[in-house]
């Protein structure tokens, strides 16, 4: 398997050589966050794009088709038109909260970038809690959707902002235990120590069945994080017109936007790291020319592939099932998700402790 | 029919008995008015349980109403006129406690009359801004434009409503009611909304997501078509009635074809009668492919409506071959049909009813037979039988809930009598059945059309009517069934070319009136089902 930390060591090492050590890491954050910048942008592109194409197959249409190739620069001439746009100044406003929103959301789907496994050695950070620092920074989010729609002083961004409030946080538990399921698995919080522990097998099959039971409640709590349907109350176009966002124009509505798309990313991001291996190519025991055949593939192409394979699912989700109910949703989770995800987490231990899994 | 008669004579001497066009018309005073109104409706003979609609009436030197009744077990009609010769204080006593949906219709009538309803808890104006002055529909109403100038404010808002009582010494007292209360947190669903299907306006009062009153703001389409059509000669006329109900525009020429021609004599031949009911079906299977479309995009599965819209271009293709439109057909005319039908109507047809049993089982299988579509449907926005009758939901939204309410098998006209077709009933009626009731009434009418399309007979298509059409003295009343209820349409004639009056009567209006009731105690998602599953239409309801 190649390790790409070579590139990244030998950036550092020539920035060391003539730079004292503050100033080399100081530059090296700028690098990243430039390069996090445009891949989160290039990302949000492609996935604009992506939805709507898969969208269009679903619904017997073609899609995007007229600007560039396949439609291919449609995305890039919403997000220029979305870039140019007014700002619309309301008023009757919190005008701080208003603007403030929209950045908490974005910054916490960013900040969640930090430690996914893009590739062998291509971590911005990997540190000894990193799957946990993700679950508490992508819970930032509901907090910038409750701002927007209280701060929009709108009785349906008020509504909508709180449906997401108890939406999030509740999907939230069923996310962490089925995280916590398989950290259990792996033995680490670590990023790259999950990644490395699944080097022979990944989880999903390693880990019996309840670790298909925590794929399965992991997809359904992740696309209600995401606010997508059939769990998108929040916004629920028919009811709320545009839920929280209602009185978001131009960027500011843009970075909701956008955020949706990455969150999309990161929640099949977080899913293919956690069950299917992450970077990790499929490696089966006893394979061996297979496995190496597998190991040319660059893991960046493994993570990312695996990453918008999992949307696919979440897209399919949204344009073939109808809207869930507040209560419907609310009971979803707490009468069923949530305890089968505890007696989940038993019967992972259990597995673990006779040494049942693979 | 004679029973009507003999009973009332029984009971109210007073009252006259008269045939107007075939139905049996009492004409009563005021003050005995309630009385005959709780007999009609609670007799075990009469039990005219549904009131068809309210027609109020200018005859200069009366204003009145005529009460349209049908009793529901054996589907005989009988009509009440009303009248009273105060012009300056017009009051009647209301029948809302008898019949709920007489609360919408009485509040049109005094919208448009100024006639005060004694009784009825809720006498606003319908259509008209609160501040409009006069009462268009009278025969004295001042049309200076001056009068009601066009504002540029904001519409002023009705937050109370006036209420007359009658005091036990027989005084009426005005009382002021306000329609919210003073803590109630009011979401405006609507006018511009997605999911009230037109300019439509839902005041909500809601108890964080539970719905605790709605009060229906309607009027923002109304465009006067009853007024108008005073203005204009009868083959004029026709032309609205494309505009009200835009899917039902067959049915709906249908309705006032039928009436002027038997107001003024005319036979169609047997052609024309054929294509209009093959017209009418495919409408009504293009109507409810687009309400399937709709309702469940309304309930956040867009994918369907894809689905539909594919079936319904299918039929808005056939239409606009043989009508030139895909909308707004203004096909049937006084005496038969606009043009005769496209060379390949037939080949059309049968294609389409190839396609349409593959097409159902996949909604089926997409959709009604999803868990979280059924969640959301089953047990949501449920109407007894009694309360459908007494709120007048009628068409498939009626049947839903038991209702046998089908005008093709309760008032037979054009060549349904012939017709092998089934009238869809279910008993559950709540939004599903609702649902499903149009899913079947597609498969009904695609026997109706595969019994017609190789059965269209030779002859002409529009017999000869006189350039000016006038119509005797008198007035008539005709109904048919629309895609989303009993649609019906009663004219007065005073023997010239222009309808004296000309009332419609929409199915939207009773549809939207009775969705507060449907909510109250629902969730906010429920009110998107539940005005969805109705499936009414607003220019139709305003009209």
């Known amino acids: 398997m190649q390790d790409l930390s070579f590139i990244t060591d030998w950036i550092h090492n020539t920035l060391l050589s003539f730079l004292p050590g503050w100033a080399t890491v100081t530059v090296e954050c700028l690098f990243i966050g430039v390069g996090l910048l445009l891949v989160y942008a290039l990302l949000a592109l492609f996935y604009i794009y992506y939805e709507r194409k898969v969208c269009a197959a679903f619904q017997c249409r073609l899609g995007p088709n007229r600007v560039g190739p396949w439609g291919l620069l449609q995305s890039f001439a919403d997000m220029f038109k979305m870039l140019i746009k007014e700002l619309i100044d309301l008023k009757h406003i919190d005008r701080f909260l208003f603007a403030l929103a929209p950045y908490l959301v974005i910054i916490a789907s960013m900040m969640a970038f930090a430690v996914l496994p893009w590739g062998n050695g291509l971590q911005i950070v990997d540190f000894n809690i990193g799957i946990f620092f993700l679950i508490a920074v992508s819970s930032i989010g509901v907090l910038g959707i409750l701002l927007a729609g209280w701060s929009s002083n709108n009785k349906f961004t008020l509504i909508g902002s709180l449906r997401s409030g108890a939406q999030m946080v509740s999907y939230e538990i069923s996310i962490g235990l089925t995280v916590v399921t398989m950290v259990c698995l792996s033995g680490t919080m670590s990023v790259g120590g999950i990644v490395a522990e699944q080097s022979d097998l990944w989880f999903i099959f390693k880990g019996h069945v309840p670790a298909l039971i925590a794929f399965v409640i992991y997809m359904i709590a992740g696309t209600a994080e995401t606010n997508r349907g059939p769990f998108d109350l929040p916004e629920a176009e028919s009811e709320l017109t545009a839920g929280y966002h209602t009185e978001y124009s131009g960027m500011h509505f843009g970075f909701f936007y956008l955020a949706e798309y990455l969150n999309l990313f990161i929640v099949s991001g977080v899913a293919s790291l956690l069950f299917l291996g992450g970077w990790m190519p499929l490696h089966i025991p006893g394979w061996e020319a297979f496995n190496n055949i597998m190991n040319y593939i660059p893991s960046v192409v493994w993570f990312i592939g695996k990453a918008i394979f999992l949307s696919f699912i979440i897209i399919w989700f949204k344009w073939t099932f109808p809207r869930l109910r507040i209560d419907q949703l609310l009971a979803l989770e707490w009468k069923y998700l949530m305890p089968i995800s505890l007696v989940n987490l038993v019967l992972m231990v259990l597995i673990i402790t006779f040494g049942w899994h693979f | ?543």
């Open chain 2, 1 to 543: 029919m004679a029973t009507i008669t003999e009973k009332i004579g029984k009971l109210f001497p007073q009252a006259t008995v008269a045939t107007v066009d075939g139905v049996p018309q009492v004409s009563i005073d005021d003050k005995d008015w309630h009385a005959l109104a709780e007999a009609l409706r609670h007799d075990a003979d009469l039990d005219m349980d549904f009131l068809v609609t309210i027609v109020g009436m200018d005859w200069t030197e009366t204003l009145g109403c005529i009460y349209y009744l049908e009793s529901t077990k054996n589907h005989l009609l009988c009509s009440v006129k009303v009248t009273t010769t105060d012009r300056e204080n017009p009051m009647l006593h209301s029948v809302a406690d008898i019949w709920h949906v007489a609360e919408i219709y009485e509040r049109e009538v005094y919208d448009f009359f100024g006639i005060i309803f004694i009784g009825n808890p809720d006498m606003r104006r319908l259509f008209l801004s609160i501040d409009w002055k006069g009462y268009p529909l009278r025969k004295d109403y001042d049309e200076d434009p001056a009068l009601n100038p066009i504002s540029i404010e904001s519409e002023r808002q009705s937050d109370t409503t006036d209420t007359y009582v009658e005091l036990p010494d027989g005084k009426i007292e005005k009382k002021t009611v306000e329609i919210f209360g003073k803590d109630d947190f009011v979401v405006n669903i609507g006018p511009q909304h997605p999911a009230t299907h037109g300019v439509l306006r839902f005041r909500t009062a809601v108890d964080g997501e539970t719905i605790k009153k709605i009060d229906v703001y309607m009027g923002y389409i109304h465009r006067g078509v009853e007024k108008l059509c005073e203005k204009l000669n009868y083959p004029q006329t026709l032309h609205y009635f494309d505009r009200l109900d835009y899917f039902s525009g067959h049915n709906y020429h249908h309705c006032v074809c039928n009436l002027i021609e038997r107001a003024a004599g005319i036979e169609i031949s047997r052609r024309a009668k054929v294509i209009r009911v093959m017209m009418d079906e495919l409408g009504r299977i293009a109507s409810h492919c687009l309400f399937m479309g709709t309702f469940c995009m309304d309930l956040g599965a867009t994918t369907m409506l894809f689905y539909t819209l594919r079936v319904r271009e299918q039929i808005l293709d056939i239409m606009d071959k043989t009508c030139g439109a895909r909308m707004s057909f203004n096909y049937e005319c006084i005496g038969g049909l606009m043009a005769d039908i496209a060379p390949d109507f037939r080949e059309d047809v049968k294609a389409l009813l190839a396609i349409l049993p593959a097409n159902l089982k996949e909604y089926d299988k997409i959709f009604t037979g999803n868990v979280i579509a059924k969640n959301r449907m089953e047990g949501v926005g449920y109407i007894s039988k009694e309360d459908a009758v007494a709120y007048g939901v009628t068409g498939p939204s009626g049947r839903a809930s038991g209702w046998a309410c089908d005008v093709r098998k309760t008032h037979p006209y054009s060549i349904y009598p012939e017709l092998d077709f089934e009238q869809v009933t279910a008993t559950e009626g709540d939004s599903m059945a609702r649902f499903k009731v149009r899913m079947r009434e597609i498969e009904e009418s695609a026997k109706i059309l595969a019994q017609l399309v190789d059965n269209i007979p030779e002859g002409e298509y529009c017999v000869k009517v006189p350039k000016v059409l006038k119509l005797p003295v008198g007035s008539w009343f005709e109904m048919v069934e629309g895609c989303r209820g009993t649609f019906a349409v009663y004219l007065e004639s005073d023997g010239s070319t222009k309808p004296y009056r000309l009332k419609i009567v929409p199915p939207c209006l009773p549809l939207a009136a009775a969705v507060d009731y449907m909510t109250s105690g629902q969730k906010i998602a429920d009110l998107i089902t539940i005005g969805g599953s109705l499936d009414y239409i607003v220019p139709d309801m305003d009209r």
